[in-house]
Nanobody, 126 residues
Framework: HVQLVESGGGAVQAGGSLRLSCVAS??????????MAWFREAPGKRREGVAT???????NYVDSVKGRFTISKDNANNTMYLEMNSLQLEDTYMYYC???????????????????WGQGTQVTVS
């Protein structure tokens, strides 16, 4: 499995921006055609997908973040990003990055299909 470490969370006022990073290590060389994803979870709620980016760099988003969030990756540095703009109170969650070999790399794919997870980074919007 690949190891993932997130960073970039914090407290921000509504309307503000944050950029999350996810650094991958371990097996990230040729043939590591992972679907990479950002999920988020609040206490007592299920973990939900936010955005995915497939091996070809194609992004996919859930409707609630379209036009506000941008997922990207830097293959040379094994890093994935989530640029979050126009943050709303409802975006307050713990955010996790994930990786997995998925036939369908889309934001609505259940979290149970991913095999590697980061430790999470908290985003609080007030």
């Amino acid at each position: 499995h690949v190891q993932l470490v997130e960073s970039g969370g914090g407290a921000v006022q509504a309307g503000g921006s944050l950029r999350l990073s996810c650094v991958a290590s371990g097996y990230t060389g040729p043939g590591s055609n992972y679907c990479m994803a950002w999920f988020r979870e609040a206490p007592g709620k299920r973990r939900e997908g936010v955005a995915t980016i497939d091996p070809g760099g194609n992004p996919n988003y859930v409707d609630s973040v379209k036009g506000r969030f941008t997922i990207s990756k830097d293959n040379a540095n094994n890093t994935m990003y989530l640029e979050m703009n126009s943050l709303q109170l409802e975006d307050t969650y713990m955010y996790y990055c994930a990786a997995g070999f998925l036939m369908r790399c889309r934001a609505d794919v259940p979290h149970s299909l991913y095999t590697s997870w980061g430790q999470g980074t908290q985003v609080t919007v007030s």
